[in-house]
């Protein structure tokens, strides 16, 4: 029997956490589930500990990030035997097939490192926008002829898919290692594909499964948007290390003042001048951080005992 690991990064989730939570423990095999809490403010923890008591809750009292947060879990999962990882966002759930299904689909295309299914809404009436657009609108393969034509096949390779629904291998994970500490939130999904590409596997999405994302509901703030547009788009350009070093400066500064300079002259505002500033101090360390991901191994991961 394949060991799997769920691991949920939480923060003030209780709005979903039953829901996470529950599906998982419904599905039709066994998985660990392993919680991580970057101090979450609402009763998040208190919901785990009173009504999820075998789940391994890790607490931290300050915002670790996604990507470091999803570190910590990955290490003891491989420090524990793990042969697959499933990463769940604490507003996503899971339909009782979805890990059985999609472990049997690596087996069969084990050049695939990451795994995800169709991420629908909470309503399950459509494709999460995100995915839809980034994932299924980008696919390598004409994925939407095929589903129309009746003709799928069980895996589609993809550039992207969002991380709320990620299965991925242990080889893959001891190639590739985890997520780049030079992201702290946003961004972090790309940069992995990007190395588990470099690194020779593949991303994929699977048509017959589904499950949630439950965020149609919730705009994100300005803030988010500028680090989203700004910071975060500029250190994915400049990390993606299948691209030249001196291709990935040019693209990444070149985007960044152009969308910087257009949202000034839109919106009247400065703001932007701070990231292009703070992105000039990054330039040291995402170079250290290109040449380091570049290394096979679990680099970012503590897996020894």
């Not at 990451?114 to 609108?137: C, E, H, T």
């Not at 190639?175 to 470099?198: A, C, M, Q």
């Not at 003042?257 to 400065?270: A, G, H, R």
Request: overall charge neutral.
């Amino acid at each position: 029997m394949d060991n799997l690991y769920v691991i949920i990064v939480t923060y003030n989730g209780a709005k979903w956490i039953h829901k996470c939570l529950n599906s998982i423990y419904e599905s039709t095999i066994t998985s660990t589930i392993l919680v991580v809490d970057n101090n979450s403010s609402d009763n998040t923890v208190q919901i785990i500990k009173a009504d999820y008591p075998s789940v391994i809750l890790f607490e931290y009292h300050k915002n670790l990030g996604f990507g470091k947060a999803n570190n910590i879990g990955i290490g003891y999962a491989l420090r524990h035997q793990a042969d697959y990882v499933y990463l769940l966002n604490q507003d996503a759930w899971v339909e009782p097939d979805t890990f059985d299904t999609l472990i049997k689909i690596q087996k069969s295309n084990t050049q695939y490192g990451v795994l995800s299914p169709m991420q629908l809404n909470a309503p399950k009436d459509k494709l999460d926008d995100y995915f839809a657009a980034l994932s299924i609108g980008k696919n390598k393969d004409n994925i939407l002829s095929d589903i129309y034509l009746q003709k799928c096949k069980e895996v589609y390779e993809v550039d992207f898919v969002m991380a709320a629904h990620w299965l991925i291998s242990k080889e893959c994970l001891m190639n590739t290692g985890g997520f780049s500490p030079v992201f702290y939130h946003y961004g972090e999904d790309n940069n992995f594909l990007h190395r588990i590409h470099f690194h020779g596997y593949k991303s994929g999405v699977c048509p017959y499964l589904i499950a949630v994302h439950d965020r149609e509901d919730r705009k994100r703030k300005p803030n988010e948007i500028f680090y989203l547009k700004y910071t975060s788009a500029f250190l994915v350009d400049f990390n993606n290390i299948n691209n030249t070093l001196a291709k990935a400066f040019i693209k990444a500064y070149a985007n960044l003042i152009i969308d910087e300079v257009t949202c000034m002259i839109k919106y009247k505002s400065l703001k932007p001048l701070i990231y292009i500033c703070k992105s000039i101090f990054v330039f040291a360390k995402s170079r250290h951080n290109r040449k380091t991901t570049q290394n096979k191994g679990p680099v970012f991961l503590e897996i020894t005992e």
